[in-house]
RNA sequence: UCCGGAGUAGCUCAAUGGUAGAGCGGGUGGCUGUUAACCACUAGGUUGGGGGUUCGAGUCCCUCCUCCGGAGCCA
C-alpha cells in the first residue's frame, strides 16, 4: 500500500492508499460519516458509509476524539464539495491511539490559554501557517546569502563582552567567572568579514529587557550579514535587496498560508526595491508635520515608528542618527560629527523596526576612543580592536529579526505567535 | 517599575447586593453529503487565595496572587 502525505494526494486520484495522521474533526450524519483529518501537510476530508466498511470500522465514529492517531487507507477521488478538492474513501482505519480530553476545540480561546497550551496550539491551522511562513522566511534569507557570495558564520552564544551595554544582558555561571548570552552576533561578524570577505551569521540572540509589547521577546532570532569594503549606501543596497527578496519568496511558496491567515496580499506585492531612505532629521519632520511632539534627538517609540512608516508603501529605511543614542561601533558622518551613519529599516502597517545595521568605526584611535567614553572595560575589547590594527577597511552591516518579519508578512499583530516556543518576561514554560 | 483591564463549568462569557446561567466542548440517542452540520436529552461549580462590611456578597471594601494590554526600556 503505498503511503503519501496530504499535500501530494492530488497525483493520487483513483488509487488506493494510506495516510498516517490525526483526527481533527469528526462528522456524522447516520449512515455515512466525515472524518477531517490531518498529517502536518494539511487537512484531508475522508469518508466512511455504512454499506462500504465492516461494522467495526464504520463503529469508530464515537470513539475517534480529537487528536486521535490513526492510519487510515481508501481510494482518492476528486471532490469538489471536499476542502482541498479530493477527498478519501476510507477502507480501513487502524488506531494508534486514542486521545483523550483534548483541551484546545476549534472554537475560541483566549491567548493565556492557548500560550499555556502551545505545544499542541502548534497544530491548530493558523499557528501552522505562521510557522511554516517562518520556515520560508529563513530559507529565503539562508538563499539570498547563499546566492550572493556570503559564507554562513557562526558566532558564539557565550559572550564575555557587551554589545551595548550590559543591564539588558542575561548573565549566566560560566565555571569559575560569568558569562553572558549574546544578544548580538555583530562584533564576531567583523572578524568574519575581514577573514571572507562578506558573511552571515544566523542565530538566537537574548535580551533581558522587561518589555511587555507585542513587538519584545526575550529570546529572539537575527540573521546578521556584515560586509568588508562596504559603506552605508551599500549597506542600505543589501538591506533593501533583502527584504524584497524574502517578500517576493514568501508570495510565491506562501499562498496557501497566507490566505489561511487572511492576509491582505496587496501590500505586500508593493514591495519592491529601491526603497525609500530618509534621514533622521527628515523622519522628525515627518513626525511633527503629522502632529507627534517629538524632541530632535530622542529614539523613537513605538507609535512614532508607525507614523513615519504609514507614509510609504514600501519599508522605510531611516539613516544618520543622533550618536548619543546609537552604540559605540557605529561610525560618525564625515560631514557631521554628531550624526552616526547607522540605519533602520520600518516594516509598514505599523510592524515597526525589522533592520538595525549601519557602518562600523574602522579607526583603532577612534574605536578606542568611543569605548572609553561609553564606560566600557577596554580589554574584553583587545581582539575587536585589533580587526582594525591588522587591514582595517570600511565594513558594514545589519541585523534582521526574523519575528518582527514574520509577523509584517503573515500580518499578525503579536510576534510571541511568530516562534514555535515564545519567551518573554513572564513566561519560561511550555 | 508605572498606568489600565481581567480572574465564575474543560473553553468563551452572562448574572441591579437577593435561588449561579448560556453557547461551545464532553456523554447518550436520531439523521446517507456534512463543511466550526443539525435536532433532542444529559452530566458538569470551593465564582483566583485570605480577611472585612451586610439579614444576605460572584457583585461592595482591604490585601495578596495570576494573567492580559500599554508605557518606560529596547530590536
Known amino acids: 500500500m503505498k503511503e503519501v502525505t496530504i499535500a501530494e494526494i492530488g497525483d493520487y486520484a483513483g488509487q488506493e492508499v494510506a495516510l498516517n495522521g490525526w483526527v481533527y474533526h469528526v462528522r456524522s450524519i447516520g449512515k455515512i460519516w466525515f472524518l477531517i483529518f490531518r498529517d502536518g501537510t494539511g487537512l484531508l476530508q475522508c469518508v466512511v458509509v455504512k454499506s462500504e466498511v465492516d461494522s467495526d470500522t464504520f463503529g469508530l465514529e464515537t470513539k475517534l476524539t480529537q487528536e486521535s492517531s490513526v492510519r487510515v487507507t481508501g481510494t482518492v477521488r476528486a471532490e469538489p464539495r471536499a476542502v482541498g478538492g479530493h477527498e478519501l474513501g476510507v477502507k480501513s482505519i487502524q488506531i494508534f491511539q486514542i486521545a483523550k480530553d483534548y483541551p484546545i ?47 554562513l558564520l557562526d558566532t558564539p552564544i557565550f559572550t564575555a563582552n557587551a554589545v551595548e551595554g550590559t543591564t539588558n544582558l542575561f548573565a549566566v555561571d560560566y565555571f569559575d567567572r560569568s558569562a553572558y548570552l549574546t544578544q548580538s552576533g555583530q562584533l564576531y561578524g567583523e572578524a568574519g568579514a575581514m577573514a571572507f570577505g562578506k558573511i552571515y551569521c544566523f542565530g538566537p540572540t537574548f535580551r533581558a529587557e522587561k518589555s511587555k509589547t507585542r513587538r519584545h521577546l526575550t529570546e529572539f532570532w537575527m540573521v546578521e550579514p556584515e560586509m568588508a569594503f562596504c559603506d552605508l549606501d551599500q549597506d542600505m543596497d543589501w538591506a533593501e535587496k533583502l527584504v524584497a527578496y524574502i517578500v517576493r ?26 526603497f525609500p531612505r530618509i534621514t533622521y532629521t527628515e523622519a522628525v519632520e515627518i513626525l511633527r508635520k503629522n502632529g507627534v511632539d517629538f524632541e530632535f534627538g530622542n529614539d523613537f517609540g513605538g507609535n512614532d515608528e508607525t507614523v513615519i512608516s504609514e507614509q510609504f508603501d514600501c519599508p522605510v529605511m531611516v539613516h544618520r542618527w543622533p550618536a548619543e543614542i546609537k552604540a559605540f561601533y557605529m561610525k560618525r558622518d564625515v560631514e557631521n560629527d554628531k550624526l552616526a551613519l547607522g540605519v533602520d529599516m520600518l516594516a509598514p502597517e505599523g510592524y515597526g523596526e525589522i533592520i538595525g545595521g549601519g557602518q562600523r568605526e574602522d579607526d583603532h584611535d577612534i574605536l578606542v576612543k568611543r569605548i572609553t567614553d561609553a564606560g566600557l572595560p577596554l580589554k574584553p575589547f583587545q581582539w575587536y580592536l585589533d580587526l582594525r590594527k591588522y587591514g582595517s577597511v570600511p565594513h558594514a552591516g545589519f541585523g534582521l529579526g526574523i519575528e518582527r518579519t514574520v509577523a509584517w508578512i503573515s500580518g499578525i499583530r503579536h510576534i510571541r505567535e511568530t516562534i514555535p516556543f515564545p519567551r518573554t518576561i513572564y513566561r519560561l514554560e511550555p
Open 105 to 151: 476545540a476549534p472554537k475560541e480561546h483566549g491567548t493565556a490559554f492557548l500560550m499555556d497550551h502551545r505545544h499542541l496550539w502548534i497544530r491548530s491551522k493558523k499557528q501552522h501557517a505562521i510557522l511554516r511562513i517562518r520556515h520560508q522566511v529563513i530559507k529565503a534569507c539562508r538563499d539570498f546569502f547563499d546566492q550572493n557570495g556570503f559564507t
Open 249 to 274: 519568496w514568501c508570495l510565491d511558496h506562501c499562498e496557501t498560508e497566507l490566505k489561511t491567515l487572511e492576509r491582505d496580499i496587496s501590500r505586500l506585492e508593493k514591495v519592491k526595491a529601491p
